[in-house]
């Protein structure tokens, strides 16, 4: 596993219509400049998308999306990279879905990280930002065919909902392309 020196997590993991404040209307958006795209083969020096890791990691899901919708915009919504990031918001909203007692949407949710996921594959290999696209495109698949229940209580500051974790590894091969 990658290690970085971790930034400060959220004092709570935002959730729709939960108990806690929305965390961008309560800070200035003009300070938030958008991510540069990740460069090919340079995925661990990109802090916005191991933020993203280290927020869904910690159960941070709805942090996380916003971590990598920026990355996301920043590749055009096309080709493998923005097809695995696509693949981890999916993911990331998913988990907030688990949190909110919706099983269909963690259902939906889920299939469509896994078809990110299997798109990624295909345009790029299954090796992508130090992932193992297979790993993290079975995993969906399976939240996808049996969504779990939310196995903390409710109004939690932060819980998480999947034990999967992110496990970003330099070691790994990048895309074949």
């Not at 890791?53 to 919504?77: D, I």
């Not at 688990?98 to 990624?120: T, Y």
Request: contains cysteine.
């Amino acid at each position: 596993m990658l290690s970085r020196p971790a930034e400060p997590l959220p004092a709570f993991a935002y959730v729709p219509g939960g108990p806690w404040p929305h965390p961008n209307r309560s800070r200035p958006a003009e300070n938030d400049a958008p991510p540069p795209p990740i460069e090919p083969g340079r995925w661990a020096d990109s802090r916005p998308y191991l933020r993203g890791v280290e927020l869904f990691n910690a159960g941070y899901y709805w942090e996380a999306h916003e971590a990598w919708e920026g990355l996301w915009l920043a590749h055009g919504r096309r080709g493998p990279t923005a097809a695995v990031l696509q693949g981890l918001i999916k993911l990331a909203a998913a988990a907030l879905k688990v949190r909110e007692g919706r099983p269909g949407g963690v259902r939906s949710l889920a299939n469509r990280a896994a078809d990110h996921f299997a798109e990624a594959i295909a345009g790029a290999g299954d090796h992508q930002l130090g992932l193992d696209l297979n790993r993290c495109r079975e995993f969906a698949e399976a939240v996808a065919a049996n969504p779990p229940a939310d196995p903390n209580p409710p109004g939690a500051a932060v819980s998480r909902v999947f034990s999967f974790e992110l496990t970003p590894d330099e070691n790994r091969s990048q895309a074949r392309l």
